[in-house]
């Protein structure tokens, strides 16, 4: 089955320490994206990759980190740069293209104590 | 992206047509409407776009007035699976999705 894998589902960390969120797909898409939603909003854009080895940051890129190594896999790391960890994540990809759709994987959700 | 307006939340009666309305004044005309739904902890799922004509898939349909400052998702019967909050997001060519609070549909047995 193609399809956009995250793990863990849920994840729990102490403050001050970073956090690395896994995200792999395996529908040859060229794009991947990095949300976060808070409860009761919308979905907010941290990071996205066009294209392996490049990324550009989102609306709230702060106290994030990514990487996009490999066509297949687009690590978040969360960092105790980020004032505010505590959120759900998601993670999208897409075809390259204009106007297609994004699927999204099932979330993270990541509580920082 | 255009800035979109929808209600926060509507409620339907199972087995019922569901029209969901979203106000996007100030749409540019190369901007495509998009619809996504997001069931309760899961992630957004896409619905459906268009540009200027209506459209339809096995989802739902999408209205669009013909000045083009609003739109309408239709789900024709809709079940409790229909549950979720809906999304419509004016884009502009390009991948970036910018989401707002979205629609919460509650179906009512």
């Known amino acids: 089955d193609g399809g956009i894998t995250q793990s863990p589902k849920y994840l729990f960390r102490k403050e001050g320490q970073n956090v690395t969120l896994s995200c792999e797909q395996n529908?040859?898409?060229?794009?991947m994206y990095w949300y976060r939603q808070d409860p009761g909003q919308g979905l907010r854009l941290i990071y996205y990759?066009?294209?392996?080895?490049?990324?550009q940051k989102g609306d709230i890129a702060e106290g994030y980190s990514v990487s996009r190594e490999k066509k297949e896999s687009f690590p978040l790391t969360v960092t105790s740069a980020q004032k505010n960890p505590t959120a759900f994540y998601l993670c999208?990809?897409?075809?390259?293209?204009?106007?297609?759709?994004?699927?999204f994987g099932p979330g993270t959700r990541l509580t920082v104590l | 992206d255009a800035k979109t307006t929808q209600p926060n939340s509507m409620e339907s009666n199972e087995e019922e047509p569901v029209h969901l309305p979203c106000n996007h004044s100030?749409?540019?005309?190369?901007?495509?409407i998009h619809w996504y739904r997001q069931l309760p902890s899961q992630g957004p799922e896409y619905v459906i776009h268009?540009?200027?004509s209506n459209v339809n898939n096995r989802m739902a349909s999408l209205a669009i007035a013909e000045d083009r400052k609003s739109s309408t998702l239709i789900l024709h019967r809709a079940t409790l699976r229909d549950a979720a909050v809906y999304y419509c997001?004016?884009?502009?060519?390009?991948?970036?999705?910018?989401f707002g609070g979205g629609t919460r549909v509650l179906v009512k047995p």
């Open positions: 990759s066009q294209i392996v080895n490049d990324f």
């Open positions: 999208a990809s897409s075809a390259d293209r204009p106007n297609n759709e994004q699927f």
């Open positions: 529908l040859n898409h060229d794009a």
């Open positions: 997001i004016g884009k502009a060519a390009g991948n970036k999705l910018t």
């Open positions: 100030t749409i540019s005309g190369t901007d495509y």
């Open positions: 268009g540009l200027t």
